[in-house]
């Protein structure tokens, strides 16, 4: 007669065997499939790192010239100040002309506050002003 406890050791071995055979296999399928998956998306990436070199190699690099709607103008307190030494206008007849008034045009210089995107291009308009064009204009406005 074999003796109790080896046959209850012999059982529950089984069935633990069992149960972690069922775990390892759902385990053992995900595993494969994410590996497919991995490799699908590896193929991809070389697909296209190939077409993308294939486009840079064909077409000529455009300039990088920004049109007119997308350039931005920069701002630069020390540049708004040399304008207006340069066009020899004080402050609030520079800002006559860039359509503020002259404290904002001083609070500009400071560097205290900067001027809104809107007004930018106007700025950059007065750019193109010598000494007395600017002056005319004063006077018109």
């Known amino acids: 007669m074999a003796n109790i ?8 071995s089984r069935l633990a065997r069992k149960e972690i055979r069922a775990e390892v296999e759902s385990l053992r399928k995900a595993s494969s ?11 991809q990436v070389a697909q296209l790192e190939r077409g993308l070199r294939q486009a840079s190699k064909s077409k000529p690099a455009a300039p990088d010239v920004a049109s007119p ?20 206008l004080s402050a609030a007849d520079f800002g006559k002309l860039a359509g503020v008034s002259g404290q904002s045009i001083y609070h500009w210089e400071q560097g205290k506050s900067v001027p809104r995107q809107s007004q930018l291009p106007k700025l950059a308009g007065l750019r193109a002003l010598g000494k007395k ?4 204009k004063r006077e018109a406005l």
Request: proline share 0%; charged share 35%.
């Open 133 to 136: 064009e600017a002056r005319a």
């Open 5 to 12: 406890g080896g046959v209850l050791k012999a059982e529950i």
């Open 69 to 88: 709607e997308t350039s931005r103008v920069r701002f630069s307190a020390k540049g708004l100040q040399s304008l207006r030494a340069r066009l020899g």
């Open 33 to 43: 499939s994410y590996r497919r998956e991995i490799a699908e998306l590896k193929r």
